[in-house]
């Protein structure tokens, strides 16, 4: 199986904050890596596909990059509803996997 | 865009088969994968596997040997079923639907809680 893993766990920042997450898998994905937000108590939100198409009605302030095996995501400036959970995930070859989760917090 | 709906019970008891379903709404059963994902308290997102309406599965490695699914067009569901639970298996069960063209879940359920308990 394909093993994702995000850095950092969980990280602190301020509004208007660029934040980025990075995730490395295991084997190569090509681009077929999405990125996930979940906010408590809530289902994950599909945020980027295919590594860095912005998913339908996504703000603009999220963005992906990355090939093969190493991913990012950024958040150009954080807002207040950003603060969540965000999740990588490959679709790359079953089973898919998730990375572990980023917790980001209000500083 | 459709609407996804778990159903089960909250209890399952320890080695005991736990049974999931997902009512699809808002549009026919479309040729699609339906997936599982399920989420420990307090923890990460784990793929448990998924059912295409061609009736092709693809199952995680470790639950493989536990998992059922299946799909009932007549009630435009799909279910779960994970045999042999332990307090492992406790979680938020979520279905969704995959999008097609990226392989990847899109709309989810809202989730269910089954807590595996004596």
């Known amino acids: 199986d394909v093993q994702m893993t995000q850095s950092p766990p969980s990280l602190s920042a301020s509004l208007g904050d660029r934040v980025t997450i990075s995730c490395q898998a295991s084997?190569?994905?090509?681009?077929?890596l999405n990125w996930y937000q979940q906010r408590p108590g809530e289902a994950p939100k599909l945020l980027i596909h295919s590594a860095s198409e912005l998913h339908s009605g996504v703000p603009s302030r999220f963005s992906g990059r990355g090939s093969g095996t190493g991913f990012t995501l950024t958040i150009s400036s954080l807002q207040p509803e950003d603060f969540a959970t965000y999740y990588c995930?490959?679709?790359?070859?079953?089973?898919?996997?998730f990375g572990q989760g980023t917790r980001v917090e209000i500083k | 865009q459709v609407q996804l709906q778990e159903a089960g019970p909250g209890l399952v008891r320890p080695s005991d088969t736990l049974s999931l379903t997902c009512t699809v709404s808002g549009d026919y059963m479309s040729s699609s994968y339906w997936s599982w994902i399920r989420q420990p308290a307090g923890k990460g997102l784990e793929w448990i596997g998924r059912i295409h309406t061609t009736g092709n599965r693809n199952f995680n490695s470790y639950l493989r040997s536990r998992i059922t699914m299946s799909v009932d067009f007549s009630k435009n569901q799909f279910s779960l079923k994970l045999t042999s639970v332990t307090a492992a298996d406790t979680a938020v069960y979520y279905c969704a639907q995959e999008w097609g063209q990226k392989s990847l879940p899109v709309s989810w359920g809202q989730g269910i809680a089954v807590t595996v308990s004596s």
């Open positions: 995930h490959q679709s790359y070859i079953t089973p898919q996997t």
């Open positions: 084997q190569t994905l090509s681009t077929s």
